[in-house]
């Protein structure tokens, strides 16, 4: 008799053990990252595929590069739209147009639910050309980063997460 009992404490033990790391499992929140890599440039003759700032396109649901400093770019194009599912303290690495890889990495949510997410941009083999900086995003919000010289123009790096 004795020995159905410990199977018992045994098998509740085991079960205990399952459903809590079922449940930390779950209470792992990842993020999604929409990232815009876009060439703005003063050309006097845009590139026919650029699209002007203020033009409707992929570009004109944000208000925001209609504002300074980005309105300072009389054309804008969309080089590419990766899509980074980040795990939490993970960096993602996405190659850049200029030869410098970015590291996004989702650090978590702050108490205020923003999603602390950490952007660096580094050349390979070389001192950090950003080190990182962390942005408290509101989730579905986006939010814009621009600097790098890039033929002729700029590289604004634009992120939505969720």
Request: charged share 10%.
């Amino acid at each position: 008799m004795t020995r159905a009992p410990r199977t018992i404490v045994a098998v509740a033990l085991a079960g205990a053990a399952f459903l809590g790391w079922t449940i930390e499992a779950h209470a792992q929140v990842n993020a999604r990252c929409d990232v815009l890599i876009i060439h703005g440039t003063n050309d006097d003759k845009p590139d026919p595929t650029a699209l002007p700032a203020a033009v409707a396109g992929p570009l004109a649901q944000f208000p925001q590069l209609r504002m300074p400093p980005f309105s300072a770019y009389r054309t804008m194009r969309l080089l590419r739209r990766p899509i980074l599912n980040l795990t939490p303290n993970v960096p993602f690495a996405v190659a850049l147009p200029t030869g410098r890889s970015m590291a996004v990495t989702y650090l978590g949510n702050d108490p205020h639910g923003h999603l602390q997410i950490s952007v660096s941009i580094s050349m390979p083999g070389a001192v950090a050309y950003l080190p990182g900086i962390v942005y408290a995003a509101t989730p579905g919000a986006p939010f814009f980063q621009a600097g790098q010289s890039y033929q002729g123009g700029v590289l604004i790096l634009g992120f939505v997460c969720q």
